[in-house]
């Protein structure tokens, strides 16, 4: 059934890019963006740039860009702003990221060093491998909350901003699991009030953002907004959230691969993977504390994907591991090995074997544009809470309670292109298509 659409507001006006974190994810997304827009690069990995969308039967042939087809936000009225611990500049940080070609870099200097780090809300006792010196201080949690509010307030005059969104691309933080004190809004913010330690510097950055009636996705498998004050908060404030966890590598690769095993019916016995990193990323994970969190957040791809609950005889008890190691002379050039054990007709086991040689923030940059814009396309079409369609970017994505989240990626983007056809109306692909033959 065709609905009447959603009304949307105007993508007109600018709109203010605020990230928490100005390392690898964010310079090589900034960066990105001023040579797209200088017409030096293409989009490439962007869907809201480069995908298109079919709407109505295949016969009919009507197969926009996404970007003709939804309002969204031209990439000339996209301004930048971020905190980091560090007081490197976007050039300096771009520079010392060491993932875009130093001729790239130097062509945008001028306009990567006027974005200079606010001063970070940090605390080493979360991210325990990073040291910096360009840290807000105050007298409690809630208190440093104000301080972005007000960071947030002065950037919008300055620039006269008609929307802003707000995307974590900080590190990775300590494992913690939700509690009491994140369970209501009052409680929390006592819990922030008093400094409590189940309050990490990214939910800081997040209520914030909440609260300023600004969109927030979490790319990081920290606890940040998937708890239940945060929800309460976001729909309290009609502001739409998302997260979490940046789904880039070796992860990607499995959200293609198990759909497939899946789909034909092949049993796993066990899979093996093991990642070599050398970025911020890989030294912030070398804590097995980071490390816990980010494995969590690897882990249970699978489970959720293979269902071994439904296919016992194909899934039950297979083995799983992640490792990642730490390895500085490989950058940004992250390298993913995955063995799998798999079984086939009559038990006759095979192998797959996959060598992934990934540049990790490239592959996260474009995930960043797409949050950003899909994320004010969200606000301006009043879709406040949980942007479940919004899954397709994230490791672990965030649904309702009662709900398990899907992981199969090409579920996950059947779910975002239908969404986007409600909201404009159009009818929901079912790729039934009898009609062509009865």
Known sequence: MISKGRHIESASGRLGVLLAGLGAVSTTFIAGVEAIRMGQAKPYGSLTQMGTIRLGKRSGRRVPQIKNFVPLVELENLYFAAWDPIADNAYEAALNAGVLDRALIDSLKGTLQEIRPWK??????YVTRLRGTNVKTGKNKLELAEQLKE???????????????MIWCGSTEVYLEPGKI???PE???KAMRENHDEIPSSMVYAYAAITSGIPFANGAPNLTVDVPAMITLAKE???PICGKDFKTGQTLMKTIIAPGLKARLLGLHGWFSTNIL????????????????????????????????LYPDLYRNFYHKVRINYYPPRGDNKESWDNLDIFGWLGYPMQIKIDFLCRDSIL?????????????LAQRAKMSGIQEWLSFYFKSPMCAPELYPEHDLFIQLMKLKNTLRYLRGEEQITHLGLDYYE
Request: proline share 4%; glycine share 2%.
């Open 237 to 239: 404030y009609h502001v």
């Open 187 to 189: 409680n929390l913010e």
């Open 278 to 309: 050398g970025n911020r990323d890989g030294e912030v994970l070398d804590d097995p504390m980071s490390f816990k969190t980010k494995e969590e957040s690897k882990l249970s791809v699978l489970e959720h994907i293979l269902q071994p609950d």
């Open 182 to 184: 994140h369970s209501t």
């Open 120 to 125: 970070a809300v940090f605390d080493s006792k």
């Open 151 to 165: 960071e947030i307030r002065q950037f919008r005059e300055k620039n006269q901003l008609d929307r802003v969104v």
């Open 364 to 376: 996260a940059a474009p995930l960043v544009l797409d949050l950003v814009l899909f994320l004010d």
